[in-house]
Antibody, heavy 118, light 110 residues
Framework: QVQLVQSGAEVKKPGASVKVSCKAS????????ISWVRQAPGQGLEWMGW????????NYAQKLQGRVTMTTDTSTSTAYMELRSLRSDDTAVYYC???????????WGQGTLVTVSS | DIQMTQSPSTLSASVGDRVTITCRAS??????LAWYQQKPGKAPKLLIY???SLESGVPSRFSGSGSGTEFTLTISSLQPDDFATYYC????????????FGQGTKVEIK
């Protein structure tokens, strides 16, 4: 079955970077993209950006431009999201979602809690 | 950027009630709208895509309607399992993908 499995929880200090992985299985990885969505505690869903697993094209949310980088490794069917210069308000659960162009979205990964605290 | 505004933010209802949640886009998005249900500690679950298409396995009491800038999610008869938070999401149909979520509507037990 189609599945996205994310890396484990992280605790980081302000100013540090975090890199979250999302390993895909059950489908042809390069036929879809991956979106990243985060959710701060008690808050709503925030779209962070999207990467095409076919050609590596990206589109980042304006708010995160310059701090976020999304990449893929097609040899391992894994997507990565790196967020730099972490602040306390980056504390959130980070989700990856299979996101092809013109098709239904899903599934979602299980989420990765990133805690930013001094 | 397209903004999505959901209303109400919180809704109190009883089992069996008909419930309607509204989502408005700041500009026309045709029918490129999805609805999700989220329960605490869980990833969102897709209910409706392309404004009115029911995702496989989702009960038929859920329905979506609208196009352009105004959309609704209706639960025809609220069930105990439906108490959750609901989000609308606008998306485009071409590369690169761009998404925007509404702020969410929490459906609580009255």
């Amino acid at each position: 079955q189609v599945q996205l499995v994310q890396s484990g929880a992280e605790v980081k200090k302000p100013g540090a970077s975090v890199k979250v992985s999302c390993k895909a299985s059950g489908y042809t990885f390069t036929s879809y993209g991956i979106s990243w969505v985060r959710q701060a505690p008690g808050q709503g869903l925030e779209w962070m950006g999207w990467i095409s697993a076919y050609n590596g094209n990206t589109n980042y949310a304006q708010k995160l431009q310059g701090r976020v980088t999304m990449t893929t490794d097609t040899s391992t069917s894994t997507a990565y999201m790196e967020l730099r210069s972490l602040r306390s308000d980056d504390t959130a659960v980070y989700y990856c979602v299979r996101a092809g162009v013109g098709v239904k979205y899903g599934p979602w990964g299980q989420g990765t809690l990133v805690t930013v605290s001094s | 950027d397209i903004q999505m505004t959901q209303s109400p933010s919180t809704l109190s209802a009883s089992v069996g009630d008909r419930v309607t949640i509204t989502c408005r886009a700041s500009q026309s998005i045709s029918s490129w709208l999805a609805w999700y249900q989220q329960k605490p500690g869980k990833a969102p679950k897709l209910l409706i895509y392309k404004a009115s298409s029911l995702e496989s396995g989702v009960p038929s009491r859920f329905s979506g309607s609208g196009s352009g800038t105004e959309f609704t999610l209706t639960i025809s008869s609220l069930q105990p399992d439906d108490f959750a938070t609901y989000y609308c999401q606008q998306y485009n149909s071409y590369s690169p993908l761009t998404w925007t979520f509404g702020q969410g509507t929490k459906v609580e037990i009255k």
